[in-house]
């Protein structure tokens, strides 16, 4: 059995040990902060552990954890390159070491151990820090999308509120419009007549400010489903009668039952009929229009045709309201048509695809 001269001369003196095994474990503290720096200084005291003659861990050769640590540590924090450099490094310090502490010390144990645990503490660090990046990656790419998504529904909000404030004023100044004119004419002839253009006036003016106050509401208090309450297919009667009463002789008929369609497809299709039915009668100087709303399970057809000059569309310039009514229309998967009929007047024709509740 060893007396414990001898052992001490075989790993070094109580004081010794200690005292390196405290220097290669203190800076494991600073590792995340400068990860790099704690790879040297815990390698210079392995390296100055053999030349001393020292063995401070029950393994031969130093073969502590504590370089295997600082190494992986290293891997984790710094970059593929500057980790890389720092491990080879140590490793090729401690095999050069190796050669001299065999020749100074050759009654000590030595062996390469410690070199060799220094090539899984940094495989496994790096692929812990690349795959740490690949996780932010993957959330700095999910938040971009989030963000872009975002920015798509409240350009879409805006598109969708400016065209139904366009709606709006259009329908309900044309009416306004036509009907003050009557009332000038007939004012002094007709004052009955004159009357009841007027109220028609006051009945307009109403229902414009009714509507630009809940698109005003829908903008200042959204609801949380992003489906506000809004004109639906059970509001084309009423829409009827208020142009009715500005002197155009209104049909309206209704082809097959109607399915539980979505909120923003009675919309687009309300908007559609009001839009076509306000240029019949800013623009197409006739006496009768037709609305025609055909419920065929899959499709929901939308057809407004009038009696009058043939286009329906403003003179110059093209204007918002048929590129308005193809863009809602397109919005929903859609499609419209528009233009003259061959036997006289002008035709809007809209089919809105109806998806079904699974879908």
Not at 57 to 84: E, K, M, Q
Not at 197 to 202: D, M, P, Q, R, T
Not at 232 to 240: I, K, Q, S
Request: net charge positive; aromatic share 4%.
């Amino acid at each position: 059995m060893p007396t414990l001269t001898g052992l001490a001369s075989r790993i070094g003196s109580p004081a010794a040990v200690a005292g390196f095994g405290v220097a290669t474990a203190a800076p494991l503290i600073f590792r995340r902060k400068w990860p790099v720096a704690v790879v040297a200084v815990v390698a210079a005291c392995y390296l100055a552990a053999t030349i001393a003659g020292v063995r401070f861990t029950p393994l031969v050769s130093n073969a502590g954890p504590n370089l295997a640590i600082a190494v992986f540590t290293a891997a984790d924090r710094c970059g593929r390159r500057t980790s890389l450099a720092a491990a080879i490094a140590a490793a090729a310090a401690t095999w050069a070491v190796l050669v001299l502490g065999i020749r100074l010390y050759p009654g000590q144990g030595q062996d390469a151990v410690l070199a060799l645990a220094v090539i899984p503490a940094w495989l496994a660090g790096d692929v812990v820090r690349a795959r740490r990046g690949y996780q932010h990656r993957l959330e700095v790419q999910s938040r971009r999308e989030a963000a872009e998504h975002d920015l798509r529904v409240r350009a879409e909000e805006r598109l969708r509120l400016s065209r139904d404030v366009h709606d709006v004023l259009s329908h309900s100044l044309s009416m306004i419009a036509v009907r003050s004119g009557v009332a000038r004419l007939v004012l002094d002839e007709q004052p009955e007549e004159a009357r009841v253009a007027l109220s028609a006036i006051e009945t307009a003016s109403r229902s414009a400010l009714d509507d630009l106050r809940q698109l005003l509401r829908q903008i200042r208090e959204p609801a949380p489903d992003r489906e506000p309450a809004t004109p639906a297919l059970a509001d084309l009667p009423g829409l009827v009668e208020r142009v009715r009463q500005s002197g155009l002789d209104v049909r309206h008929l209704r082809a097959g039952e109607p399915a539980a369609y979505g909120a923003a497809l009675e919309l687009s299709a309300y908007r559609i009929v009001q839009e076509a039915l306000t240029n019949v009668v800013k623009h197409a100087s006739a006496t009768s229009a037709l609305v025609e709303v055909a419920h065929a399970g899959s499709c929901l057809t939308i057809t407004v045709t009038d009696d009058g000059s043939g286009d329906s569309r403003p003179p110059g310039p093209p204007g918002l309201g048929v590129a308005g009514m193809r863009e809602r229309a397109a919005l929903l998967g859609g499609e419209l048509t528009a233009g003259a009929r061959p036997q006289g007047g002008f035709a809007v024709v809209a089919q809105l695809p109806v998806k079904s509740a699974g879908q």
